[in-house]
């Protein structure tokens, strides 16, 4: 599964809730190669449903963001989390397919 955050409202949680199947793209490594008109390239498209969660889930996605991206700065991070967790929305998407490409 993945988890993302975003605003507690907008177009992207209108969608999901009425359609709830979505694509996730990720793109790591690339370079451009002027002189063979192309790009080296690697990327992952993963495809599932997506749902909102809230409680103990959201909270628990929101510290694992923040472990991710912000360990050094765990103890602020839960902090500013506890003050501003009503808003944010919290976004769960449950893997159907995951397929991937890479030109090296």
Known sequence: MIYLHCAPEGRKLDNIESNSAVSFCVVGHTKILPGAF???????VVSGTAKRVEGDEKREALIGILEKYSLDF????????????????VVRIDINHISGKARR
């Open 38 to 44: 192309s790009t080296e390239y690697e990327s992952a």
């Open 74 to 89: 765990l103890k602020e991070g839960l902090k500013y989390l506890a003050g501003k967790i009503d808003r944010v929305a």
